[in-house]
């Protein structure tokens, strides 16, 4: 990794096998620092960085970078916002200079926010049709209570329906700055060539102290439940948990995939399997710098909602009173590791997890590192965070239900 004078972070990995990159321009900026009467800016901005620069149309945004077989697309989470681009080697100058222009210079048109307004209100009422996504929207504003991490990233429709010229380009001048902006890049590129090119196009000279975020703090467990004009019955049960910053983290996504990822998980056979009355049913851990979201999600007919949570409830148990064979634990801890293996063959997982890592953990974790500390990781270990997090007492539990639903 590289740090420009200007506080421009550069890190990269070279990988001289394959003939592409991913590139991402990555700001420290989500929904956790938005006010709640912008809920929703980040994500807003995000899209309006697509509808034109000073120099580049919107359709030229696109035309310069698929006209040489590239891809282009941004994403907003709770913590981060990330441009980025995959392309052929011999595009990444272009590529840089695309997403160094949108970064740097948006013109948040007045006619260009009308229409992308009308765009994201759409998005938002998919959202809220679609039961899957609502839901866990619903959750963590629920379990990270008043707590800016309780925002859903795409705001709401008084918020959404408020922003203008003034509001956006106010928060992109503040945010979209020198000390927040990280650049993040894996494939067949040359490190001193992407320093070369950050010193050559990112030309932004501000800096802003960084926002504090608000410490989340754990709340009471809750039963809640929502109607919905929906046919089958969508039900969460978690609770708040350990953030990237704990170690305990790992044994957590270990208890995850026991209890519910992947076929063989205890979830999966004894809900799906052996009964059949499920489709949908796995296990989460949605994580943020100090806390996560962890919980079980399912859905199925009004009629065996009740014997699912039922059965739910009984593997809990079982996890938190008996010890997992060591049988067992080896076989999925062979499953995380070969999943973290595989995201590892392509370019913008790679990407990804060098960025976060930087913003999470300030340095770069080897998978070696990742691997070896699965390793360790003792049944015993297990139990305790079992007990901990499955205790019933601690859970919230939220059902979306039909409007003819009784449960």
């Keep these: 990794m590289t740090e420009l004078p200007n506080g421009v972070k550069v890190l990269s ?97 007045a006619s260009d926010i009308k229409k992308e307004s009308g765009v994201i209100l759409d998005e938002l009422r998919d959202i809220e049709d679609n039961p899957e996504e609502l839901i866990f929207d619903k959750f963590e504003e629920i379990i990270f209570n008043r707590n800016p991490l309780a925002l859903p990233v795409i705001g709401n429709e008084k918020s959404i329906g408020s922003f203008d010229h003034a509001t956006l380009h106010a928060f992109h001048k503040q945010h979209y700055n020198l000390n927040n902006l990280l650049i993040s890049a894996s494939g067949r590129v040359d490190h001193d060539r992407l320093v070369g090119l950050a010193e050559k196009h ?54 995850s995939t026991i209890l519910g990822e ?12 052996r ?27 009004e009629k065996n909602a009740p014997k699912a949570i039922s059965i739910i409830e009984k593997e809990f148990k079982k996890l938190r009173t008996e010890r997992v064979k060591e049988r067992e634990l ?22 990804i997890r060098m960025a976060s890592n930087m913003i999470y953990h300030k340095r770069f974790i080897p998978v070696d590192e990742v691997i070896g500390r699965i390793d360790k990781i003792t049944a015993d270990q297990i139990l305790e965070m079992a007990d901990e997090v499955l205790d019933e007492a601690t859970l919230t539990q939220l059902v979306l239900n039909s409007k003819k639903s009784s449960v």
């Design 13 to 109: 990995e070279h990988i001289p096998h394959i003939e592409s990159f991913s590139l991402g321009f990555w700001l420290n900026i989500g929904t956790r620092d938005e006010a709640r009467k912008l809920n929703g800016i980040c994500h807003f901005i995000e899209h309006m960085l697509f509808k034109g620069t000073h120099k580049r149309s919107a359709r030229k945004i696109s035309d310069d970078i698929e006209s040489y077989g590239g891809y282009l697309n941004a994403f907003t989470s709770k913590e981060n916002t990330c441009y980025y681009g995959r392309g052929l080697t011999k595009y990444v100058d272009k590529t840089f200079d695309v997403l160094a222009d949108m970064v740097q210079n948006p013109l948040f048109r």
């Design 202 to 255: 990112i030309l932004l000279n501000s800096k802003t102290k960084p926002k504090k975020r608000v410490a989340v703090e754990l709340g009471e467990p809750q039963k809640v439940s929502m109607e919905r004009d929906i046919a089958q019955v969508h039900c969460i049960i978690g609770r708040m948990s350990y953030g990237y910053k704990d170690p305990q983290r790992l044994i957590l996504n270990l208890l």
């Design 275 to 301: 009964q059949g009355i499920t489709y949908q049913i796995n296990t989460f851990v949605n994580s943020y710098y100090d806390a996560s979201a962890f919980g079980v999600y399912l859905s199925t007919n």
């Design 330 to 351: 080896s076989r999925v801890k062979e499953y995380l590791k070969g999943s973290i293996i595989l995201g590892m063959e392509n370019t913008s997982n790679r990407m």
């Design 262 to 273: 992947g076929s063989s998980s205890r979830l999966f056979q004894a809900v799906r399997e």
